[in-house]
């Protein structure tokens, strides 16, 4: 029975900022909807992607899982427990399973701490005491992560941008976790950085068997690291497949969009995805469109898009796992018109 | 804009009801009694009872809290000073006068000396502040810095006691602090309190020097000054429309506070230049335990600085469209 | 051919710190013709932005020597008078930044802050620049640009900001267009959309543009050329083609091998670079790149950390690498059968 409960189950996971205002008492007067009704589950030693533009919610989201955030509605469980609203006591041995990392290197670190004192804060605070002492630990963290463990009593400042991520990852590793949460690990890197970084954490998750959250905006690092993917569009997953099925047969316009938007390293004349330019910008999360929320950029829109809000499922063509939020789901052959995807104004 | 406003009414209201009631309690908590100093040595207990109704403090407190509050919308009648019209604040323990037009005696003074100086210190303080910036790293720039820094470490009774040795008394070249209304003779007011003014400023200039110096510092190296210099603004425009713009924000918010502290009375100041302003009528008021007095001038102190503290936040919309007023 | 619309010879920027002289670029050469795209590629630190500021003449003349020929259309920039670069700068020359909030003043309207350059360089009219702001919100593609002058920046999206920017720095039709990493802080969708505006914009104009960035996958859609800055020099330069297709220095090597892609194969691991960017107060001796590079053994003797290899270039393309077109074609094999699986 426990090998067919996944690591984290999030079900219809929902969180909204209230926006005050109002005269002349101020007062909640709407909300932005960060994230709206998730449902995703990530087994044991996986990675899921989390891919998505600013504000489509994949930030809050990671927030709401390592419980930094309090969730509006919906369920959040690991292994089968129910933590959604767990409170400090009932929550205080997950803590230590499910850890997070930052996309600052420089913002997650107290400068004035050494770098030991740092990696050895979590073991501290949930009063761990590992065989042969906590520095003996550190020590070996520091080797885990590819820095030198001499390094132990250097502060913060000392250390370059990828080599404070690595403390970063040291610290997130320090409890054991089964489950980390990477926002952004390394968007504030070098992209020779960048790939120390990557090649870093998946060695970490086939050799520990850790799961992850992998949230990025860039879709060729989350292809790279993550065994399934999922797109968010304005709080709401709009498709969520396995990395294959999401990057050689997007079923989602969005998705279609997003791939053909991002800008590839080779000198080929022709690109290997025919371009979809989308218009305009995404729409505020305090009043999203109704029914699908990409229906105001999107070129298939019609009035059922604007009355119902398609949901996620396994849409005809669609491999098992494979789940796309859209009426009209793309094949591979179909190509957008291109009048629809030129910019209204400049064709006015 | 009108929503910000009447919000804003309506909170220094609030405020202002919760200042008051402290000020009472922390009254009422001092052991002394008001009564018993008023009504002298040879004090019976049906004197002091008298007393005690005659200065309307025979009541509970908070009897006689709602009263006073009262008093200020719809004013209240005393049996011994007869009805006083809203908006009444009562009448001094000490001197038996009406506390509001006490303070309307006094307060020309305060805000003689505060804006007199308030105009001296915004002049050479921002002048100097940001001459310290064009010139960074120069030798103007040091001695800016430098000066501001000695100056701002001074005390005022230190200075004005010095100033008027030097000034007045040996090189006669100023006269003795003095109070003359404005409206009576414009000239004999500026000569009387242009010690204070310079005293008073001398500090505060040196504290607008450095405020303006680090403000254009930091306004200068904004991404939006490189812009326009890239488009081919000069150095001089970028200066003063686009730095200057950025700089001017936290100043303008600063300047309104203490100019509100200012208006709350220089106590210091105006002891050390024998002033009557309304902080000599506040040291007077504690020191007799004079509680309408001392609400009264609490009472205007307040009210300037959360006054100042809407203005501030107007301008600053003003100067700054990203503050939105709601 | 002419003279080159830009020819840059030995630049060489340091600028005084408490620490010591930093040398941020240290003898840069490069020629730019009209209607062409240079991308500048290398990471923080690489000397790129500091360059294109050189240009402009942006840098504080108080901590900055600047060294070399900086020729704009035959005229010398190092030189010229503050007043003189003032006539350039927005006008035959432009520059566009990465974080467009930022860069444009919040305290002024859109339309004041692009009609204010245009006044400053032509003496138009306020109401003439206002009418030339609504006309190049337009052609950058802000809908309802006569309602959308009168906004501050802070009432615009990102995008919108950045097409706002590239209306200003375009408002006087320059010859040279710099662009300092202009998409970085935009989503994908919206970073398309700028790419292809300034094509469009440059097929109109025939702007000389450069075009800096860390991401190649920007170079291979907007440039024509590529040179790649390393520590403050340049270390391989050539046509897009020619960069992406065979590298030929280590670094531009390691750069690619760095980066994942969206069809190549997922269960290699990637292959960065070791170590991280060099410090430019003490850069290493040699070849700045030796302490990172994996081929420095390869060469005979340790001539990478003694001597810094001179950029030898033919027709343009050429690297500054002491390896030998003999080995690189050898050691780089690798690379380019993991490229074209």
């Known amino acids: 029975m426990s090998s067919t409960t996944p690591l984290l189950d999030v079900a219809g996971l929902t969180k909204h900022f209230p926006v005050k205002g109002g005269f002349p008492i101020r007062r909640t007067i709407g909300a932005v909807q960060a994230v709206d009704g998730l449902d995703f589950q990530v087994a044991e030693g996986e990675s899921l992607g989390l891919v998505g533009e600013s504000g489509c919610g994949k930030s809050t989201t990671g927030r709401l899982i390592t419980r930094l955030l309090e969730p509006t509605a919906g369920k959040i469980s690991y292994r089968g427990q129910d933590i959604t609203h767990a409170g400090r006591k009932d929550l205080a041995p997950i803590r230590s399973e499910i850890q997070m990392i930052f996309q600052d290197p420089y913002a997650s670190l107290n400068p004035r701490q050494t770098v030991g004192k740092i990696i050895s804060g979590p073991m501290e605070i949930n009063n761990i005491k590992p065989e042969g002492g906590r520095e003996k630990r550190v020590r070996e963290l520091l080797e885990i992560v590819g820095l030198n463990p001499e390094h132990y009593n250097r502060f913060p400042h000392e250390f370059s941008g990828g080599q404070r991520q690595r403390i970063g990852v040291a610290r997130a590793l320090a409890l054991e976790p089964k489950l980390i949460v990477a926002d952004e690990p390394v968007s504030a890197l070098d992209v020779s950085i960048q790939a120390q970084v990557v090649n870093l954490l998946q060695q970490l998750q086939r050799d520990l068997g850790i799961a992850f959250v992998f949230i990025a905006h860039d879709l060729a690092v989350v292809r790279h690291f993550s065994q399934r993917v999922a797109v968010m569009y304005l ?34 004349e022709t690109p290997a995805r025919e371009r979809i330019r989308l218009v305009g910008d995404v729409p505020s999360p305090i009043s999203p469109p109704s029914g699908c929320r990409f229906r105001t950029r999107c070129w298939k829109a019609t009035d059922k898009c604007a009355s119902e809000a398609p949901p996620l499922v396994q849409v005809e063509g669609n491999k098992p796992g494979h789940l796309t939020a859209c009426h009209y789901p793309e094949t591979a052959d179909t190509v957008p018109s291109p009048h629809l995807t030129k910019d209204p104004e400049a064709a006015a | 804009m009108l929503r910000f406003l009447v919000r804003r009414i309506i909170g220094a209201a609030v405020i202002l009801v919760i200042i008051s009631a402290i000020v009472f309690v922390l009254f009422y908590a001092a ?86 100086s308030s105009v001296i210190y915004l002049i050479f303080g921002i002048g100097a502040g940001m001459l310290a910036a064009v010139k960074q790293g120069k030798a103007v720039d040091k001695i800016a810095s430098s000066a501001s820094l000695i100056a701002s470490s001074m005390q005022i009774y230190v200075v004005g006691v010095l100033a008027t040795y030097l000034l007045v008394d040996q090189w006669h070249l100023l006269d003795r602090a003095s109070y003359t209304p404005f409206t009576d003779n414009p000239a004999a007011w500026a000569k009387g309190l242009l010690v204070p003014w310079i005293v008073l400023s001398l500090i505060w200039t040196a504290n607008y020097t450095r405020m303006t110096r680090s403000q254009m510092v930091e306004a200068l190296s904004e991404d939006y000054v490189r812009t326009a210099r890239a488009k081919g603004m000069s150095r001089r425009t970028v200066f003063f429309r686009f730095a200057w713009r950025g700089a001017m924000g936290p100043i303008v918010t600063i300047f309104g506070l203490d100019l509100g502290v200012l208006l709350g009375g220089a106590i210091i100041t105006e002891s050390t230049f024998s002033l009557q302003g309304l902080g000599m009528l506040s040291v007077k008021a504690v020191s007799t335990n004079d509680l309408p007095m001392l609400l009264g001038v609490v009472m205007v102190a307040a009210a300037a600085i959360v006054v100042f503290n809407i203005i501030v936040d107007g301008v600053y919309a003003f100067i700054d469209p990203r503050v939105r007023l709601a | ?192 959309q700028i790419m292809d505006l300034l094509k469009d914009l440059q097929q109109e104009f025939g702007t000389a543009i450069i075009f800096i960035t860390h ?17 403050g020099r340049c270390v391989e330069k050539g046509t897009k083609q020619e960069v992406l297709r065979t590298p030929e220095h280590p670094y531009t090597l390691g750069l690619l091998g760095s980066m994942p892609s969206l069809d190549g194969p ?76």
């Open chain 1, 235 to 268: 709080g709401k997953i709009v498709e969520i497949a396995d990395r294959d099925d999401l990057y050689g047969n997007p079923r989602h316009p969005y998705t279609r969009a997003l791939l053909s938007a991002v800008p590839e390293a080779t000198a080929d």
């Open chain 3, 266 to 341: 997922v269960d290699v691991p990637l292959s960065p670079i070791p170590g991280a960017p060099p410090s430019l107060l003490n850069p290493p001796s040699g070849c700045r790149f030796h302490p990172r590079c994996t081929f420095a053994e390869k060469v005979p003797g340790d001539l990478c950390s003694t001597e810094q290899p001179a950029l030898k270039l033919t027709d343009g393309r050429g690297s500054a690498c002491h390896l030998t077109p003999e080995q690189k074609r050898e050691l780089f094999a690798d690379y380019a059968t993991a490229r074209t699986n």
């Open chain 3, 215 to 231: 991401d190649l996958g920007v170079i291979a859609d907007i440039a024509d050329d590529v040179l790649v800055m390393y520590g």
């Open chain 3, 1 to 192: 051919m002419s003279t080159p619309f830009l020819s840059i010879r030995d630049l060489r920027v340091h600028f005084g710190t408490e620490d010591g002289v930093v040398k941020a670029v240290d003898g840069l050469s490069f020629d730019l013709e009209k209607g062409r795209t240079l991308g500048i590629v290398g990471e923080s630190g690489s000397g790129k932005s500091v360059t294109n500021l050189a240009v402009l003449g942006l840098h504080d003349p108080r901590n900055t020597k600047l060294d070399g020929e900086i020729l704009l259309d035959g005229k010398e920039l190092i030189t010229a008078s503050e007043r003189e670069m003032e006539q350039l700068r927005g006008n035959k020359m432009s520059m566009i930044f990465q974080d467009a909030l930022a860069s444009l003043s919040p305290y002024h309207t859109i339309g004041a802050q692009i009609g204010e350059t245009y006044r400053k360089h032509t003496g138009a009219s306020k109401r003439v620049a206002r009418a030339r702001a609504i006309e190049m919100l337009r052609r950058v593609g802000i809908p309802q640009p006569d309602m959308r002058v009168d906004d501050y920046p802070h009432q615009f999206s990102g995008g919108m900001r950045q097409r706002a920017m590239i209306a200003m720095a375009l408002v006087c039709d320059p010859e040279l267009l710099i662009a300092d990493e202009p998409t970085t802080a935009l989503d994908v969708t919206v970073q398309a």
């Open chain 2, 31 to 116: 052991p002394r009694d008001p009564a018993r100093i008023a009504c002298g040595k040879a004090c019976t207990p049906e004197t002091l009872e008298l007393v005690r109704k005659n200065l309307g403090i025979a009541d509970p407190l908070p009897v006689q809290y709602f009263d006073w509050l009262k008093g200020i919308f719809v004013g209240r009648d005393y049996t011994s000073f007869g009805h006083c019209h809203a908006p009444c604040l009562g009448y001094s323990f000490q001197s038996r006068e009406s506390v509001l037009s006490t303070i309307a005696d006094r307060f020309p003074t305060t805000l003689s000396l505060s804006l007199g």
